[in-house]
């Protein structure tokens, strides 16, 4: 990961109208496990991993990285989004020359699934991302055949850039700037 600049992390918890974005903590760890061995969240992301080499290899508290909120919902872990990770130069879309911009991406737990819960999440994580860097694009790679990530990502103002063939599925690339998220 490309070092995000000047960005303070963790930042204080943020606080929206359900939900409370957060650094993990010891108490999330069988959450991480959870979405990781389900084949649901699995899905468009190369599949569940097996329970039994979770539990072995998932750290005591997982997740603990610049970028990444915990996503909590009455004091439980419902999901988790990265935003400081910089999109690799080797992969394709990019939407500067160098590459390197800051990548979008999301795992809930199915039962969290259909309630608003990850637009009202990546809003507020896209707000403190407007706030902590400034004019700094973001870019989102979701499969096309993900059909609630399309809409989630519509949702929250990422226009298509490109679509791409990549890990054997057709990939939507789009970008959200926060010049252009603004109210007018």
Known sequence: ???????????APIKTERLVLRESEVRDR?????????PEVGAYVGGARPRAELERVV???PGRRPGLFVVELDGTMIGFIQLLDRRAPEHPGHVRPEGGEAELGYM???HAWGHGYAAEA????????ADALPGEPVVLTTQTAN?????????LGFTEVERFEEYGAEQWFGVWSPLAAQPG
């Open 108 to 110: 809930f737990l199915p």
């Open 59 to 61: 750290p005591e508290v």
């Open 147 to 155: 059909a609630r990530s399309m809409r989630l990502a519509a949702k």
């Open 1 to 11: 990961m490309t070092e995000p600049g000047p960005v303070a992390w963790p930042p």
């Open 122 to 129: 990546c809003t507020a994580a896209l707000d403190w991302f």
């Open 30 to 38: 069988a959450a991480f496990i959870d979405l990781s061995a389900s």
